[in-house]
C-alpha cells in the first residue's frame, strides 16, 4: 500500500450505531487530519494531530470521537449520530502540523451515510 | 477570519478550450495559496501552489499567478483534456508557528466533453 489509506470507502449506519473510520499512511508522516466534506460547503477541518497529539478539534461534536495510537493510524469513532451527519469523510497526512511548505496528502474517504 | 471565495460551478467546456476558474481570498496575513484537485472517487491532490506575492505556480499545464493586490489566485489552462474533468479547490494557509491548517473554498466541478 502506498500513499493514505481509508477503509470503508462507503458505509451506512443508524443512528443508533456504533461504527469506526480508519486512515493508515505510508508515508512516514507525524501529522493526521481528519476533514468532512459536505455537498456545496468547503471542507471543514475536524481534527488535527501532530506526532500522535491532537492540536485542533475544531468545534466537532462529541459524537465524533478521534483516536490516534501511533503517527501512522487515525480513527474517528462515530456514535448517535445525526442524518446531517451524512458526508465524505476525509483523512489527510502531512510530514508535520505546521510549515507552509508541508503538503497535505489526502486519502480517498469514506462515504458516510446515516439513516 | 480567513476565507476563500472561488467561482460555482459546474464549468462544461470542450476540450482544447481556455480554461479560468476564479479564486480569491481574504486572509488577515501574509497566506500561501494552493489549488487542489479531486477526481473521480479519489481524495485531493495538490495541484500547484505560491507561497508569496506574484509566484507563479504551474504543473500539468495549470498556471495560477499570486495577486496580492487583487487578493486573487486564478487557475488557468490554455487547452484542456477530457482527462482535466474533476473538482478543483483553491485554499490558503497561513503560517502561525505550527498550529497551521488549511481554508479550503467550495470546489468548482469542471467537465470538459470531446
Known amino acids: 500500500e502506498t500513499g493514505v489509506t481509508q477503509t470503508p470507502r462507503h458505509l451506512v449506519m443508524g443512528m443508533t450505531n456504533k461504527k469506526s473510520l480508519k486512515c493508515e499512511q505510508h508515508?512516514?508522516?507525524?501529522?493526521m487530519y481528519w476533514y468532512k466534506q459536505s455537498a456545496k460547503k468547503p471542507l471543514e477541518l475536524m481534527f488535527v494531530?501532530?506526532?500522535?497529539?491532537?492540536?485542533e478539534n475544531n468545534s466537532v461534536p462529541s459524537r465524533f470521537s478521534p483516536e490516534c495510537p501511533n503517527s501512522s493510524h487515525l480513527f474517528l469513532h462515530l456514535h448517535t449520530l445525526q442524518p446531517e451527519d451524512s458526508a465524505l469523510y476525509l483523512c489527510a497526512s502531512s510530514p508535520v502540523a505546521g510549515g507552509v511548505r508541508n503538503e497535505q496528502f489526502f486519502g480517498p474517504g469514506t462515504r458516510l451515510t446515516v439513516l | 477570519g480567513d476565507s476563500v471565495t472561488q467561482m460555482e460551478g459546474p464549468v462544461t467546456l470542450s476540450e482544447e478550450a481556455f480554461l479560468t476558474i476564479n479564486c480569491t481570498y481574504t486572509a488577515t496575513g501574509y497566506p500561501s495559496l494552493f489549488w487542489y484537485v479531486q477526481y473521480p472517487g479519489e481524495g485531493l491532490q495538490l495541484l500547484l501552489k505560491?507561497?508569496?506575492?506574484?509566484d507563479k505556480g504551474s504543473n500539468k499545464g495549470f498556471e495560477a499567478t499570486y495577486r496580492k493586490e487583487t487578493t486573487s489566485f486564478h487557475l488557468e489552462k490554455g487547452s484542456v483534456q477530457v482527462s482535466d474533468s474533476a473538482v478543483y479547490f483553491c485554499?490558503?494557509?497561513?503560517?502561525?508557528?505550527?498550529?497551521?491548517?488549511?481554508?479550503f473554498g467550495t470546489g468548482t466541478r469542471l467537465t470538459i466533453i470531446p
Open positions: 505560491a507561497t508569496k506575492a506574484d
Open positions: 494531530y501532530n506526532f500522535k497529539e491532537q492540536t
Open positions: 508515508l512516514g508522516h507525524n501529522a
Open positions: 485554499a490558503l494557509s497561513i503560517s502561525n508557528f505550527g498550529n497551521e491548517k488549511l481554508t
